[in-house]
């Protein structure tokens, strides 16, 4: 059992900047994959950026150049650097740990925090 906590959402004005973090309960080593999601009023969860434990990283082409994903294995957290915000980014941010078990794969999700861009 994976449990993620979300921190560092609120309301920036275009153009800002904001740091979303996130902190699991277990040792982020043993996490194949740890990864940040969103979802827009009316919208599905889409990924936003994901990084393996190996340091590979993935964006969304929109977030390329603008959003930079970490892990920090001491504090056990993924973090997701987001600059030039656009009000379109607007959404609930999720965090998201998969892990992956002999008997398969499984999903862990955080609650989510909300990030707000407008002026």
């Known amino acids: 059992q994976v449990q993620l906590v979300e921190s560092g959402g609120g309301l920036v004005q275009p153009g800002g900047s904001l740091r979303l973090s996130c902190a699991s309960s277990v040792d982020i080593k043993s996490i194949y994959q740890l990864g940040w999601y969103r979802q827009g009023p009316g919208n599905v969860r889409r990924p936003v950026a994901t990084?393996?434990?190996?340091?590979?990283?993935d964006y969304a082409k929109s977030a390329e150049g603008r959003f930079t994903i970490t892990r920090d294995n001491t504090k056990n957290t993924v973090n997701l650097q987001m600059n030039s915000l656009k009000p379109e980014e607007t959404a609930v941010y999720f965090c998201n740990a998969e892990m992956k078990y002999t008997s398969g794969v499984k999903n862990y999700w955080g609650q989510g925090t909300r990030v707000t861009v407008s002026s």
């Open positions: 990084i393996r434990n190996t340091g590979g990283t």
